[in-house]
């Protein structure tokens, strides 16, 4: 996943898809350990992803990333006193 993608989520979507990672992370770990994982960059990808994801959630959080229910309110807020 790329962070263009991450960053067109909204916060739910990203805590939904963080939530899926984290499991797939878990099952690649286990298979991993049990030698049957097909594919072991899936789990450098995961690792990455996840990270991604967090860092969108952590933006969202301090406020750099604003919600699209937020940025309607602040455009509304604009539109206002412009009048």
Same mark, same amino acid.
């Given at each position: 996943?790329?962070? %263009? ?10 805590? =939904? !898809?963080?939530?899926?990672? =984290?499991?797939?992370?878990?099952? =690649? !770990?286990? %298979? ?24 969108? =959630? ?17 455009? %509304?807020?604009? $539109? $206002?006193?412009?009048?």
């Amino acid at each position: 996943m790329k962070m %263009q993608e991450v960053k067109e989520l909204t916060k739910d979507e990203t805590d =939904l !898809r963080l939530t899926d990672s =984290l499991d797939e992370l878990y099952n =690649l !770990r286990f %298979q991993h350990a049990m030698h049957q994982l097909d594919n072991p960059k899936r789990l450098s990808e995961v690792r990455k992803d996840i990270a991604r994801l967090k860092t969108v =959630l952590h933006e969202y959080e301090l406020g750099i990333r604003a919600t699209k229910e937020s940025a309607m309110d602040k455009e %509304q807020v604009k $539109e $206002e006193k412009s009048k």
